[in-house]
């Protein structure tokens, strides 16, 4: 098609070769159920219970048996024309107590029609709250309480499913979602009272109970993970339209579980470092952790791995593995690991290899060990066996090192031995035979002081003492932008002939200020787009550029009537741990937005599972930042290798939702880099994004759409990024501190008055538009 046409003329031209539309198409579906069977975690399988076998008589419990949580709510829903229930992933492959079954879809069906009412008639009296803090208080509050909860089983019902099935399923669900918090209360992070008398119930009826946890985040494992009453645990993540036949496939042992946990799981929610401080002020949050976050806590800091119920990278299979032969080498600043791994079980399987890697500690206080890099094998036949490869830069081992202990804002590698682990979870690595050794120490990068903290009080140390650091005020810094020379062509020339007849220069002098001024902000929807365009402009021929929200699929309303696919959540594919099946996920993710005539994709969102109460966890991939910029990555070259741009998000530090517009990110420069960047710069290194996405919060004192340090210190300069950045949706914060920061669009409109009076002023130059505008239109001319 000629460059442009589909955002230009909105063409109804499906992409599937034989004429027929791939959106939501069985391709598609078929690739959604493959990968939420691939990231499902099997924590516990006591005896072999599972797989059940064909055709056993199995009941089922809890009313997320028939009324499976595809997703997140927010942007991270999806309309989709049917999700597939528990119910439905057994029906054809076990016999199922019916009844039970009828049961809870009548209560379901009830319950949805209060809840319906419920938020037509009172939840807009919670939004016409005035009081920022008590309203974004009382939304959770609203969205907790309003949905469907567990009830008691009646006893005659429940003594029919003993006497038919000595196999009970229990399904545990939980909704979270953009804007509102979870709560380490009962009903949320801890089983219900409902809940706990479900379980209870169940167990002393039946010979074998199986638990599935339909969930977006991490909870509470501690009821089962030691009960020999309960045999098996399936966490089935939240799965996407086909969640309930990928958890079929696996009780049923039609599809072996490989996932890996991408998270901790510790036996209280206080033993997580984050929990005392996460909601200790509506104002701000101190990382006080510092780069402890996850494992990186639990295993380093005394007396803390107790803790740990089910380690990070950590997930069962119904077959076993060996690895043998680890060898490893050093070349040109990269480390070449490689192992053995052999299915030594009776059933195929495939099985991931992580290498971690752990520092001495010297000077600079670090964790016991860190994750540097992973693959996964190919489906394995029992006896077979595959060589693996894992490579990862020199660079991962380097600490940042910002107070200057030894060489400040410089990553280093101090003198010692950084010895390599290799295993299948953080908790079950074996010492490698090579090491990499520095005789003396050793900059490897040499940086500028960015985005350093002036209210962040101390942070944690290796020995499980504080450090305080010292404090100041925060203040705003931008550099000029460099002007341009360059001369308007003599007659108007538009956006395509840029490269052509005219240099991008050229194009951008025919602007007038005024336009200049507009084409920062973006512009009304066309088509299917229901989260407006960047900006366009007619009398230059650039067409304005549809967006849609991400990141569990194409996100359309439903009065479209065109249903998408809806993708498992980024936990779960973080779980695969197979980099290549998430970016075939991109792939056919970036058709169905070409196909729809839509330009870019608000997603991946990669922030850092910090907490485990953050309301949009779900959409993020790990508290590891290696394992989320890989899966971002991957995410980014599928999508964009059908000239779909993506736009990674939210940088950064977007780690809780509660005041998330106002909240101010207190953190070290180091763990600001080491943890919150580390998987933004992976992704923009080996993936190239069209598009990055600022964050709603502060960072030190500083929103990130008005950092300089941020947007063009670190992100442009050190890193090389060639997109383009906007803002998240409807904040206005300040314009012209975002546009001399290097925030080049504003969403979802501008403020184009405030910019011209800024011009007018001299606070703003038209150089420094013109080059958020170069950079704007530089994406463009990527797109089809």
Excluded at 426 to 453: G, N, S
């Amino acid at each position: 098609m000629k460059k442009f046409a589909r955002i230009q003329c909105q063409p109804c031209k499906p992409l599937g070769e034989d004429g027929r539309c791939v959106t939501g198409g069985l391709e598609h579906i078929a690739l959604s159920r493959k990968a939420a069977g691939e990231g499902m975690v099997l924590l516990k399988n006591h005896n072999g219970v599972l797989p059940l076998a064909k055709g056993s008589k199995v009941a089922l419990f809890g009313h997320g048996s028939v009324n499976y949580v595809k997703g997140g709510l927010g942007s991270g829903d999806v309309y989709c024309a049917y999700t597939r229930n528990i119910c439905d992933g057994l029906r054809e492959k076990a016999q199922l107590f019916e009844p039970l079954e009828q049961f809870y879809k009548t209560y379901v069906e009830n319950r949805k029609k209060e809840l319906a009412k419920i938020w037509e008639t009172e939840f807009p009296k919670v939004v016409a709250i005035k009081d920022g803090i008590e309203q974004e208080t009382e939304i959770g509050k609203f969205h907790r309480k309003h949905v469907v909860k567990e009830i008691p089983v009646p006893k005659e019902l429940m003594e029919q499913a003993a006497a038919f099935a000595d196999t009970a399923v229990v399904v545990i669900t939980r909704h979270s979602g953009e804007g509102w918090e979870r709560v380490p209360e009962k009903g949320d992070y801890y089983l219900s009272d409902q809940e706990m008398e479900l379980v209870q119930t169940v167990k002393a009826r039946f010979a074998k109970c199986v638990i599935v946890m339909n969930v977006g985040g991490v909870v509470d494992t501690t009821w089962f993970a030691n009960d020999p009453d309960i045999q098996g645990v399936l966490l089935s993540w939240q799965g996407g339209m086909e969640g309930g036949n990928a958890v079929g496939d696996i009780l049923m042992g039609d599809v072996n579980p490989s996932g890996k946990l991408t998270d901790t799981f510790a036996d209280s929610f206080d033993a997580y470092p984050s929990s005392a401080g996460f909601n200790q002020s509506p104002d701000y949050v101190n990382y006080e952790e510092d780069i402890f976050v996850g494992y990186r806590y639990f295993d380093t800091i005394p007396d803390q791995k107790d803790h740990v119920i089910y380690p990070f990278g950590y997930g069962l299979s119904y077959t076993s593995f060996q690895l043998s032969e680890p060898v490893a080498w050093e070349e040109e600043e990269t480390v070449t690991v490689q192992v053995t791994v052999t299915n030594t079980g009776e059933v195929a399987g495939k099985e991931v290899v992580q290498v971690y890697v752990g520092a001495p500690q010297g000077l600079l206080s670090k964790p016991q060990k860190g994750l540097c890099g992973f693959a996964k094998t190919k489906l394995l036949q029992p006896g077979e066996a595959q060589r693996v490869t894992v490579t990862f830069p020199v660079y991962y081992m380097a600490s940042f090192d910002d107070m200057g202990v030894i060489q400040k804002s410089a990553y280093v590698l101090e003198k010692g031995v950084y010895q390599l682990h290799i295993g299948t979870s953080c908790a079950t690595t074996t010492v490698m035979d090579w090491a990499h050794v520095e005789d003396t120490d050793r900059v490897i990068e040499q940086l500028t002081a960015r985005c350093v903290p002036v209210a962040l009080p101390r942070r944690l140390l290796a020995d499980g003492s504080y450090q305080a650091l010292p404090q100041g005020q925060a203040q705003h810094h931008f550099e000029p932008s460099a002007g341009s020379e360059a001369l308007p062509p003599e007659s108007v020339t538009g956006l395509s002939q840029v490269g052509e007849t005219i240099t991008m220069e050229q194009f951008v002098a025919q602007f007038t200020d005024e336009e200049l001024c507009v084409f920062m902000g973006g512009s009304d929807c066309t088509g299917v787009c229901n989260t407006a365009c960047f900006a366009g402009l007619k009398r230059l021929d650039i067409p304005g550029v549809p967006t849609a929200d991400g990141p569990a699929g194409l996100r359309l309303s439903e009065d479209c009537e065109i249903p998408t696919t809806a993708w498992p959540c980024a936990t779960l594919l973080a779980c695969t741990w197979n980099t290549p099946l998430v970016e075939e996920v991109g792939v056919d993710g970036g058709k169905e937005l070409k196909e729809n005539n839509l330009a870019i994709w608000l997603t991946p969102a990669l922030n850092i599972h910090r907490n485990p109460l953050c309301g949009r966890n779900f959409e993020y991939y790990s508290e590891d930042p290696v394992v989320s910029g890989k899966m971002a990555a991957a995410m980014v070259r599928g999508m964009q290798s059908q000239n779909i741009g993506c736009s990674a998000k939210h940088f950064a530090c977007n780690n809780k939702e509660f005041r998330r517009t106002h909240s101010d990110s207190r953190v070290s420069e180091r763990a600001l880099r080491e943890i919150y960047l580390r998987g933004f710069e992976i992704c923009v290194k080996e993936a190239d994004p069209w598009s990055i996405m600022s964050s709603y919060n502060l960072i030190n004192g500083i929103h990130t759409s008005e950092s300089y340090d941020l947007l063009t210190g670190i992100l442009r300069e050190e890193w090389g990024f060639r997109g383009m950045v906007t803002t998240d949706w409807c904040q206005k914060y300040n314009p012209v501190y975002e546009v001399k920061a290097g925030n080049d669009m504003k969403m979802p409109v501008g403020y184009p008055d405030d910019l011209m009076a800024a011009m007018k002023n001299g606070e703003l130059t038209r150089a420094d538009l013109e080059a958020c505008a170069k950079r704007i239109l530089n994406v463009y001319l990527r797109l089809d």
